[in-house]
RNA sequence: GGGCUUGUAGCUCAGUUGGUCAGAGCGCACCGCUGAUAACGGUGAGGUCACAGGUUCGAAUCCUGUCAGGCCCA
């Protein structure tokens, strides 16, 4: 007997064994090594998204960090070099936010706060870098830990000289493009830290303020009366006003237009004697705060036909622009953020205020107003009576004004949750500032192309009618993609930060901007050499050494004689997307040599993010997008669906410890990633059975190979098409090209499912089953033997090579115990290997019909298992059952019938060609093969007493 | 509130351009094997295809709306 023996144990012992598995790896230097190996393949750029170095891996992570693993692996299962860079994104208000919370908590601010600006700057970079660099550390080891190939000695890290130097390249480009402007925009801004403040340095807090109901006195009465239709004789002599509501009367010298939603409806009515235009349905309202008795209505119309109408302002008599309300001021716009919540319906609008505002003057052509200065004072260019008075007090001055003017239609104070300076606990209160932009409507043309815009780029890039368009995996992606360009604003690059890459722009004493392609391109060699801290550290003067005004192209004729000393550093930093969005060219363009690249793959929420960001730096840059194609997979939803909660679950770690890499890629591989997925415990232990199953048909495979030797391998395309080993071998082509075909096209789960059922149902349930005699009965050499072990050999060794990208450990070491490598050859692996190529093998074409006919008999032997009374025959054990198989069109002339038998599991097949029906027999009556528990009519007793069939008789050298 | 997206057996998912199936795996139930054994094999039960309308000779598959989720905005 030839039973199975294998060093491949059952049980896989993930815990202990992947890291031995990932030592090896290290030792071998494996990915440099499959790097040399395939230094003469075809290339497959794949560009590793940069995860934010804060905190530790987390199940979000784990579907993105192993689908991409899955790319560099079957990538090279395909044969291709796919060289893969792991990055990190370390710049950015996240890091700084916890860093200066830090420095706050142990105190140590205190000893910033002597420093110069610039000195200060510095000293909270450097607790940022060294931050991001424990974590950039964390997350690398847990990725490394998670069985991902990847460059890990070599990362690339957004802080590194040589980023930021491709970094300011592209910016260069953007800026030689005419793409980058300055101009105000509204932020967040505390007064008392004079600084701009990012959403997460917001903290709401209780504030009681005046709110005010203001009437806007129309600027035609007639108009009005038009828009409602009131005929002629109806009219009143009064002038009917607009009314709005406000909790921040301070902004309402910076007023420019009213908003309305067209699609309310509007009433006007009197109210106590006032004539005046409000939302219907806030009437009511409106009129009970103010107390108001007399209330009537006159007529009603729809908020779209108001819009155009003009008034005057209640207390200015020329807009910004010098006119008197006959420019695009002091008009009534449609916008879509009116609301019929609280107020009245008419929304009071000051671009220079608001972000909403802000959107509405940039639609209409406002001007972005502000006239409050950074200390929270009105400047000259309000009337005197607010010139110079802080904005807080304004509101009563203000409200009084506003009083005896008789435009106060109401007042009162209340109380509403207000943002506040989370370190001042200030109030916080939106102002203009100056900012960087990139135009997305500003046409430019590269290499003399037709001058088209970023977003006329961007769109016919992702457009489906563009035969170089962008692949998107799922197809939708492209729809998203393409309704996020067709609507997005104008980039905001700038931010007041210290933890970023400056902007490298330099301002003269009266304050103009200087920042033309020559001198960014002058700051991207110094960023190169000694790192964007220089602009910290060092005087303008110094950095510009070598930048010479007077040969700069770009730079206005006043300027070319310039003194540099003169200059003063801009104190924004880059926005961090564009950072990322510029990883194309640090990466992949300057450090590996490709462009484009084939493949993004990141989660659905970088379609505003990175994929976005990326798309518009290269056209800005190159005019070609960064990507050929685009994959996209969905978030980890809980058991229910429901959006997972930050403090939930197992830490990456616990996960590594229960349930082992290959189980949780396994599981990641078995996702329809484009959607959500659901994550549960119980998921991992379904994933856990599966992949012990796959485990253990590679376990029994092992076993019946222990005494083989590959050069005892057959010719494997001489086996003839009727055995059930050409079958086999076919199968497992068919497998191997349907598992490459689904790399191939990132249909991880289609892999899957096909590895998961070749080895259930093709192998462990026919295959494996039907060989199993000949492997332990028949002589050790006998021909018939050697031929199914070549089969299986190879078999074996392919299906390692398939399950590689997914089990990485799992192969790799059934891989190494088929070839029995000792554990001190460290070089062997089958991530080396591509995949096998096909035999050539031919199975019989009747083999499709030979096993619908087996699907039959075992319908019939379950059949003959029941009792007699049932109509079965009481058989249990089908080697109990021989069967009697049908032959119409000679279906099975040339099969063997031995094999047949043992595709049953049954101890004998004839084949009747006459016959019509699978007709099952009783063989009880048969003797046993003590050997083979074959009942085949040959068993007798034989030269040493035994009950032997021929062949195990032939076997034991017995007659 | 808007853009994109999901809702099919207890669970995870397949179901191409509307008309042979309402399918697979897991789980569950029952049975066999005991020379893959903390394994292996076989059989079976389970669904008004989220809900409500509509188009059509006919819809899980097309349209509209509702409900419940997800991502990104507002």
């Known amino acids: 007997m030839n039973l199975p023996e294998t060093g491949f144990p059952m049980r896989a012992g993930l815990v202990t064994n992947e890291p031995a598995s990932l030592e090896r790896w290290a030792k071998a230097g494996l990915y440099e090594k499959l790097r040399r190996q395939r230094s003469d393949a075809p290339k497959f750029a794949f560009h590793d998204g940069p995860p934010y170095a804060n905190g530790s891996i987390h199940l979000g992570h784990l579907t993105n960090k192993c689908l991409k693993d899955f790319v560099v692996r079957s990538q090279g299962l395909l044969g291709k070099d796919c060289p893969f860079v792991p990055g990190w994104d370390c710049h950015g208000l996240p890091i700084e936010h916890k860093v200066m919370g830090e420095l706050i908590k142990s105190k140590k601010i205190k000893e910033l706060e002597g420093l110069d600006a610039w000195e200060r700057r510095a000293r909270v970079r450097a607790e940022c870098e060294q931050y991001a660099r424990t974590y950039v550390e964390l997350q690398s080891s847990q990725m490394v830990r998670l069985l991902t190939l990847a460059d890990y000695a070599h990362p690339y890290l957004t802080i590194q000289p040589e980023f930021e130097k491709a970094v300011a390249e592209v910016l260069a480009d953007l800026c030689a493009r005419g793409l980058v402007y300055r101009a105000l925009k509204p932020v967040h801004w505390s007064i008392a830290n004079e600084t701009a403040l990012a959403e997460a340095e917001l903290e709401y807090m209780d504030r009681e303020d005046t709110s005010v109901f203001v009437d806007f006195e129309a600027a035609d009465k007639e108009k009005v009366y038009d828009a409602f239709g009131i005929s002629d004789a109806d009219r009143p002599g009064q002038t009917p006003s607009f009314m709005i509501w406000t909790t921040t009367p301070w902004t309402l010298p910076a007023n420019l237009a009213l908003a309305v939603g067209a699609k309310f409806t509007y009433a006007l009515a009197r109210i106590d004697g006032n004539l005046t235009v409000v939302a219907e349905a806030l009437l009511e309202r409106v009129a009970k705060a103010a107390k108001a008795e007399d209330v009537h209505v006159l007529a009603t119309t729809s908020g779209a036909s108001l819009v155009g109408l003009k008034y005057r302002h209640p207390f200015l008599d020329t807009t910004p622009t010098g006119q008197e309300c006959s420019d695009a001021c002091w008009t009534v716009y449609d916008a879509e953020y009116v609301t019929l919540e609280d107020g009245t319906g008419l929304v009071h609008t000051a671009p220079g205020h608001g972000a909403e505002d802000y959107e509405t003057g940039k639609r209409v052509g406002l001007p972005i107003y502000c006239p409050v200065l950074g200390n929270g004072v009105y400047d000259d260019s309000t009337p005197e009576w607010l010139r110079g008075q802080s904005i807080w007090k304004a509101n009563d001055a203000i409200t009084e004004r506003l009083r005896h003017s008789g435009h106060l239609f109401h007042s009162e104070v209340f109380t509403h949750s207000y943002p506040h300076d989370w370190r001042s606990k200030t109030p916080v209160i939106f102002r203009c500032t100056e900012q960087w932009f990139v135009a997305i409507d500003g046409k430019y043309s590269i290499d003399g192309d037709e001058p088209r815009s970023l977003r006329e780029r961007a769109l016919w890039s992702v457009d489906a009618s563009n035969p170089e368009s962008v692949h998107f995996v799922p197809a939708w992606a492209r729809n998203r993609l393409r309704g996020m360009l067709e ?8 931010r007041q930060r210290a933890w970023g890459l400056p902007i490298p722009a330099f301002h003269t004493e009266d304050g103009t901007a200087v920042m033309t392609p020559s001198l960014v391109r002058h700051m991207a060699e110094v960023f190169g050499v000694h790192g964007s801290d220089a602009w910290f550290t060092k005087s303008a003067a110094e950095l510009l050494k070598g930048w010479d005004p007077a040969s700069d192209a770009d730079l206005p004729e006043a300027l070319k004689g310039l003194d540099k000393a003169t200059l003063r550093k801009g104190e924004d930093i880059l926005d961090v997307w564009f950072e990322s969005g510029a990883t194309w060219n640090a990466v992949m363009r300057r450090r590996l040599g490709v462009f484009p690249v084939e493949l993004y793959l990141e989660g659905s929420d970088q379609h505003r993010g990175w994929f976005q960001s990326s798309l518009a730096c290269a056209l800005g840059s ?44 396994w599981w990641v591989a078995s996702l329809s990633y484009e959607n959500d997925a659901k994550v549960d415990d119980e998921f991992f232990n379904i994933a856990g059975e599966a992949y012990r199953k796959v485990r253990n048909t590679l376990r029994f495979m092992l076993g019946n190979l222990g005494d083989f030797d590959a050069a005892e391998m057959v010719d494997l395309k001489a086996i003839p098409g009727t055995s059930i080993d050409a079958w086999a071998l076919e199968q497992f082509e068919e497998l191997s090209r349907d598992v490459l075909a689904a790399y191939e096209r990132y249909e991880f789960r289609v892999a899957h499912a096909r590895l998961y059922a070749f080895c259930n149902d093709t192998l462990s349930a026919v295959y494996l089953a039907a060989i199993k005699d000949r492997l332990y009965c028949d002589p050790k050499d006998a021909p018939r033997r050697r031929r199914t072990q070549s089969v299986l050999h190879h078999v074996t060794d392919g299906l390692c090579r398939l399950l590689a990208p997914i089990l990485p450990h799992t192969a790799d070491e059934a891989y190494r115990a088929l070839r029995r490598v000792p554990d001190e050859d460290v070089q062997a692996s089958v991530h080396l290997e591509a995949a096998l190529g096909a035999t050539g093998v031919r199975a019989d074409a009747r083999w499709p019909r030979v096993m619908d006919m087996r699907d039959k008999a075992l319908a019939a032997i379950e059949q003959a298992r029941g009792p007699a009374d049932k109509g079965g025959l009481g058989i249990d054990n089908p080697l109990d059952a021989g069967v009697s ?20 599991g049954v101890s004998l097949v004839s084949v009747s060609p006459g016959g019509a029906e699978v007709v099952v027999t009783d063989r009880r009556s048969e003797q046993r093969c003590e050997r083979s528990w074959k009942r085949d009519g040959t068993v007798r007793p034989r030269s040493d007493g035994g009950l032997l069939s021929d062949r195990d008789a032939e076997a034991l050298g017995l007659s």
């Open 622 to 665: 190159v005019g070609v997008p960064p990507y050929k194609a685009v994959v996209t997979h969905g978030f980890m939803v809980d058991k229910d669906g429901q959006k997972l909660s930050k403090s939930r679950g197992d830490t990456i770690e616990a996960l590594f410890t229960k349930y082992g890499s290959d189980v949780l890629r």
């Open 885 to 904: 198989l049908p032959s119409s069109d000679g279906i099975l002339d040339g099969f063997d019938p031995v094999d047949l038998a043992d595709l049953l």
């Open 487 to 494: 609507s997005r604003p104008d980039w905001c690059i700038s």
